[in-house]
């Protein structure tokens, strides 16, 4: 009898077994690196969709809020204050601004004025985010046309329950 010993028990064996067994392991492992890479691919397919204007604040600077009626259309709020709202005689209570809003492309854009001159006091757009909060106000810069004129002043508007994160920008006509 030759003293061989069983197949399974030869060291060439055993190593080809360790190294399959470490393959298979590492296959079956956490692969977080290709979902980082997934997720990084949509990001920058999202960074790079191309943002057009919806509401050219450019083209309505130095409006009235009834020249901005003609240009943008009916608005889908159109209420106009009473005369009683109008002319109560405590300084505190009487309505001195009201407000339009306009809905295109899934932004709302909400365009303050003052009663009796009809002048613009402001424009508010919010972000169309489900969650109601967005982190890039660039965008709604680009959405309003505003991102580099000098015609406007740009203030971001804050979440309340959450600082870091803004609910739209609010957009006010320099004179």
Known sequence: MTNDKPWYKKWWVIILCIFFGIIVIANLGDNS??????????????????????????????????????????????????????????????AKEWDKTYKKDGYELLVSYDVASRKVIDFFVSTDDPSGVTKDTKKLEKILNVENSNNFMIEQVKALKDPSVYTGIKVVPKN
């Open 33 to 94: 690196n290709d979902s980082k890479t997934i997720s990084t691919k949509q990001i920058a397919l999202e960074q790079k969709e191309e943002v057009v204007a919806v509401f050219d604040l450019e083209a309505l600077h130095g409006k009235s809020v009834d020249e901005i009626k003609d240009i943008l259309g009916t608005p889908s709020s159109d209420t106009e204050p009473r005369d009683l709202q109008v002319n109560i005689k405590s300084e505190d209570q009487s």
